[in-house]
């Protein structure tokens, strides 16, 4: 078991538990168990294999019991107790949990008043005006169930990428495992760095095709088996994501991963320049097209080989949206796209300090164990009390600490220097969150808006501008606020905060948190044509976190962004000139 598949268990027996009414304390240490176990750097089954219940009791968060379980669960892949409770119910309650702003209390509510137990019984009640009489709920809180079934519907249509990469990636692993397979790769969307995955595309290739799909259609990291075939097998990912495999002979593999990956307007583009040069192209390959007919095969078995018989250079997935990159491919004008190896560092991540659930040794160890230069520690400023913001005397005593780590790090002879940073409030009258006289202390501020929300384009505009403008800022933190498939960007002219972020010479953020991947790929592309300046950010309350980077890198990449337009590929030194100048 994986330690995502440890957590969801975990978290559904909080959830269960929460329904039952139990005890706060024994539901909150499940929930906190499945957030340390989702969070930890390696695997829990193999940390148990090596030093039993032990080893695991010895992981911050994990106390005893919780050891037990989760030793159950690495060795047998069940849990009794979870089971146990799962059985009380039926089994699509658990689902009505799933639609924002229905908590365990209200599912045990309609459950207990009403008998309701599914999606549909719940649209049924709330439509039929049946939950507006139970206590605690009125007209109002019907009419936002209903509201909320349809956004749940709705974002049940895409998965995050952050959700859907790793398994994406575990599965290929497995059939490049798998004897008979020769190449194996995703394909679609997830292999674009789209934001979110509609299903995702899988693509072996192998001459023996019906032995691949028969042990694909064995893998335990399909939740069910939809259909399988000889070259073909469907199926559902935990989560409810659908994944298709296709097996192809050896001569067609380049041709079908390119017309898998697509995008459909980037292959219909690529389609029509085959067609002008007497060629037709499918997923079987190019071949020569002269009075109607198709006639010798050209290419297939390389994706290079696919562009080059068009005439083009291999053009990155990231890049396949058809948005300009068959013409710049043409003349030669490819962007060097950014890479994750091209990052020196994060400048944005929090340690429990603030809201962060790592001490900042553990932080700067994360960094040092991925070869960072600099690791930029932005807490949370005072007006955020409810994230533990720090205060003057508070982030005295952080640079302190900062500091004599540094000192440390310098005599242990590691190239990694810690910054520190802020992330600052941009407050409602658009005056940045810093306590008097701390600004002295900081290596760089980054400005975010978390509280204060209106409805008020013009306003909420103007407030992040004058931020921007008031000299203080040097990065702009997660620029419209959205939450994937939860929370909409606030009403903002995200064009004109990006001038203006521009005209001041402050970097924006891209954040890399799956959840959120915002700024985004298109404006993204907009400030570096503007020739403003980006900054790639985990926001990381955990140190395995740090590995989101790679999405912010696609984010980047699909934006076309390359390495000098990024703040956080340059050198300390640079970055430090850059820091000084603007502090001028
Ligand atoms: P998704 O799954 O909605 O996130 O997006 P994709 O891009 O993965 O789309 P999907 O799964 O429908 O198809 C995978 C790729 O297969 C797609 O990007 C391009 C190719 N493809 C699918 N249908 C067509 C089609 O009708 N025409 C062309 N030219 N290509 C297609
Ligand atoms: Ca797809
Ligand atoms: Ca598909
Ligand atoms: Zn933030």
Redesign the pocket.
Known sequence: MTNAEIARVLEEIADLLDIEEADRFRVLSYRKAAEVVANHGRELTAVYNEGGTKALQAIPGIGKSMAEKIAELAETGQLAYHRELKSKYPPTLLDLLRVPGLGPRKVALVYHELGIASLDELAEAAQQHRLRDLPGMGAKSEENILHNLQVYAESGK?SRLGDILPLAERLVARLRREPGVIAADY????R?G?E??????LLATSERPAEVCAAFAQSEELEEVIAAGDTKVSGRLPGGRQV?LRVVPPESWGAALQ??????AH??AL?TRAQRMNLTLNEYGVFEFHDEQAGARVAGATEEEVYAAVGLPWIPPELREDRGEIQAAEEGRLPRLLELGDLRGDLHVHTTASDGHATLEEMAAAALERGYEYLGVSEHSPSLYVANGLDGARLRAHREEIDELNADLRRRGLGLTILLGTEADILPDGSVDLAPGTWELLDYVIASVHQGFTADAERMTQRIITALESGWVDILGHPTGRILQEREAYGIHLEEVLAAAVKAGVAVEINAAPERLDLDDIHSRLVQQQGGLLCINTDAHYPAWLDHLRYGVLVARRGWVEPPTVINTWPLRDLREWLARRRK
């Open positions: 895409r394909a679609g969307s997830a674009r789209r979110t995955v509609g299903d995702l595309d298709d017309y898998f990956t697509g995008s459909q292959n219909i389609r």
